[in-house]
Structure formats: structure tokens, C-alpha cells
């Protein structure tokens, strides 16, 4: 099993442009989620997925799209990119829905954005 | 809404204990993970408490008390590969959306 796999590991963007940030996971996991973090503020949730077709907003949706056509994948979309779009992204997966102490997320090893 | 605060810094020495606090204010109470990230790393899980008590896990401990909104981590004969941010999480409504405080960065010294 390869977990749960970020590409691209580093980009550098424009002011406006727009990206997909991929995430998949091979271990057939249910639940999938987009965090960003950011010096001083920890990781801030900003979609997730409990199944294919279903995903939900986070705390910080706003200038992000998800979709969850398969099992597998959970891009991640920027439509216009801003400079406070800067972070680090993290996509994280767990088996089921309902996250417990035997159902915990899964990181993967994060996607660094510079928003110029 | 949710509000999760965690000491910023904490140093410690090589052997010794340390205890890692975060308070937290939810609506729904639906349990509370502690989550290690090592500087430029993935968050990995470390414990989850969902009822008061202590879960004891190796050298790793976590508490919770649910009538005052407060859980702490302990760490007990540090080692170097200690120093790294601990995370703590709640549920923001449901048991899908987690919330994660600021983290606490330790830094564990000779």
C-alpha cells in the first residue's frame, strides 16, 4: 500500500492562475479531507468526503473546489489563485466516516503552495 | 463554534516529563485526538479520548476531563525525537469534521 499520496509535492503559481492538487489513497478508505496549514494556526479543515458523490465543506471552503467521483481520489481545486492561498495542504483519509479512536485519519506527506 | 487552545512553546529536558494541556469549547462532545508532527512531516496519530480518564499508551499518556473541556498529553522519559508539535483535535459537530488547535511546539534538549 502506497497510503494516501500528494502530488505535486511543491508548486509555485501566479496570482490568479488556477491548479488541482491531487490526493489518492489506495487502501479503499471511505472518508477523505482537505486540511491547510499555516504558521501560527494550525491545520484548518477545508472540505471532506465521507463516499464517492458526497463532500461537505470545512472550516475555510471558500476559493476551493473538491470533487469525489471515485473511492480513490479527492482533487483538490483552486479556481484563481490568491496570494493568501500560500500553505501547506494536507489530504488525509480513515476507513469510515465517523473518525474514532480506531478509525483515525491517515496523512499524507503535503503539498507545498507559493501563491506569488 | 468550536475554540481549542494550546500552549505555544514548551522546552523540556531529555529524561524528564512533560505535560502538553489544551482546553477546548464545543458544542457537541464527540471525543478529542492527540496528533505528533515533526517539523516538515505528516501529522501521525498518537491517542483519542472519548471518555474521562487516563489512556495510557508506552511513554505517551492522555488525559481527558469532559466537565471542564480540558485534556492534556504526557510525555514521560523524553527522548530527542520528542521535539515536534502536538496537535490536539475535537469534533466540530458529528464525528466527521475535525478541528485541530494551534499545536504546541516541544523542544526537548540535552
Known amino acids: 500500500n502506497a497510503g494516501v499520496t500528494q502530488t505535486p509535492k511543491f508548486q509555485v503559481l501566479k496570482t490568479g492562475q488556477s491548479m488541482t492538487l491531487q490526493c489518492a489513497q489506495d487502501?479503499?478508505?471511505?472518508?477523505m479531507s482537505w486540511y491547510r496549514q499555516d504558521p501560527g494556526m494550525g491545520l484548518r479543515l477545508i472540505h471532506y468526503?465521507?463516499?464517492?458523490?458526497?463532500?461537505d465543506q470545512g472550516e475555510v471552503p471558500n476559493g476551493y473546489n473538491v470533487s469525489r467521483s471515485t473511492t480513490e481520489d479527492f482533487p483538490l481545486r483552486l479556481l484563481s489563485a490568491a496570494p493568501s492561498q500560500t500553505s501547506v495542504y494536507f489530504c488525509a483519509s480513515s476507513p469510515q466516516g465517523a473518525l474514532t479512536g480506531a478509525n483515525v485519519l491517515t496523512f499524507g506527506a503535503g503539498s507545498r503552495l507559493t501563491v506569488l | 463554534g468550536q475554540n481549542i487552545d494550546q500552549p505555544t512553546e514548551m522546552t523540556a529536558t531529555e529524561g524528564a516529563i512533560v505535560q502538553i494541556n489544551c482546553t477546548y469549547q464545543?458544542?457537541?462532545?464527540?471525543?478529542l485526538f492527540w496528533y505528533q508532527q515533526h517539523a516538515g512531516e505528516a501529522p501521525t496519530f498518537l491517542s483519542y479520548?472519548?471518555?474521562?480518564g487516563l489512556e495510557e499508551k508506552g511513554r505517551f499518556s492522555s488525559f481527558l476531563s469532559r466537565s471542564k473541556g480540558y485534556s492534556y498529553l504526557l510525555l514521560k522519559e523524553l527522548q530527542m525525537k520528542d521535539s515536534a508539535s502536538y496537535l490536539c483535535a475535537v469534533f466540530s459537530g458529528g464525528y466527521n469534521k475535525l478541528i485541530f488547535g494551534a499545536g504546541t511546539r516541544l523542544a526537548v534538549h540535552p
Open positions: 479520548n472519548v471518555l474521562d
Open positions: 464545543t458544542s457537541g462532545f464527540n471525543g
Open positions: 487502501m479503499n478508505h471511505e472518508y
Open positions: 468526503s465521507v463516499g464517492a458523490g458526497i463532500t
